[in-house]
């Protein structure tokens, strides 16, 4: 059933990573991991998140836990999360 409203739309999150911070994961993810991650990058502060490709822009809510934590970008590395 369609309905006779159009479906809202909506802003796709976008990747906020540096270029720096982009360099240092593709580093980490080449030497240490064997799957391929599909999805967003996005860092709040100094952690590194992975979430949906199809998730809204959730700018204006406030949330627990945005995606799957990554790690930390610290001093010039990057520290991956063991959760």
Do not use: C
């Not at 994961?25 to 991650?37: E, G, M, P, R, S």
């Not at 998730?55 to 010039?76: E, S, V």
């Amino acid at each position: 059933f369609k309905g006779e409203n159009p479906a809202p739309k909506f802003k796709a999150s976008k990747s906020n990573l540096s270029r720096e911070q982009l360099d240092l994961w593709h580093d980490f993810a080449q030497k240490h991991l064997q799957v391929n991650l599909t999805g967003i990058l996005q860092t709040f502060g100094d952690q590194l998140y992975l979430l949906p490709e199809m998730l809204p822009d959730l700018g204006k809510l406030k949330i627990a836990r945005n995606g799957l934590h990554l790690g930390t970008f610290k001093k010039k590395r990057f520290e991956p999360s063991f959760a």
